[in-house]
């Protein structure tokens, strides 16, 4: 910490002698520093303290908790069969739900089929299904992107190869 007088960018002997009597009486407190008998702060020490202060004023402060984001379990069952066969189902009373139904695969995985919806910030509700087996997870929801539609000139070349593939015409790779 530098402390400076009016008159010299190093600081008189005055304020050093009453720096030196504040420590011996206990620790610095921003008032004491401020205070004319123990000289004056320079500017960047003020600056780093106020923006501290400023900082630290800025954070969340005992934010009230909204009904929305805490919530109690309504209902949870979980069935498994011990053979791949397994059921479960979740509901919360901030309006979460899911459940998914489980069933042994052909090759060896587990086919899932299942939805979930969750209530929207906005309003309304977000509603997903999907399906997860042998050929990867299918979700589906009016939420999802959705692929731009394609051009004319796409289904004019899918056309041409389809006729080429009922005509017998292949390409080598």
């Known amino acids: 910490m530098k402390l400076v007088s009016r008159g010299s960018p190093r600081g008189s002997a005055t304020a050093r002698r009453n720096l030196s009597k504040d420590l011996k009486e206990g620790p610095l407190t921003l008032p004491k520093l401020l205070s004319r008998d123990a000289g004056r702060l320079d500017d960047n020490t003020l600056l780093v303290c106020l923006t ?3 900082a630290a004023s800025a954070l969340p402060q005992f934010q009230d908790r909204h009904p929305e984001h805490t919530a109690e379990t309504v209902l949870d069952e979980r069935e ?3 053979d ?3 059921r479960y189902r979740f509901e919360t009373t901030n309006g979460i739900n899911a459940e998914k139904v489980g069933t042994p695969g052909s090759e060896g995985q587990s086919n899932m089929q299942g939805a979930f919806s969750f209530p929207l910030p906005e309003g309304g509700v977000a509603q997903f299904s999907y399906i997860a087996d ?3 997870y299918q979700p589906s929801s009016d939420l999802l992107p959705q ?5 004319a000139h796409v289904y004019r070349l899918l056309e041409i190869a389809e006729q080429q593939r009922a005509q017998g015409i292949t390409f080598e790779k």
């Open 84 to 86: 791949g066969n397994f």
């Open 147 to 151: 692929p731009p539609p394609l051009p």
């Open 80 to 82: 498994d069969r011990g």
């Open 134 to 136: 042998e050929n990867g």
């Open 52 to 54: 501290g202060i400023v």
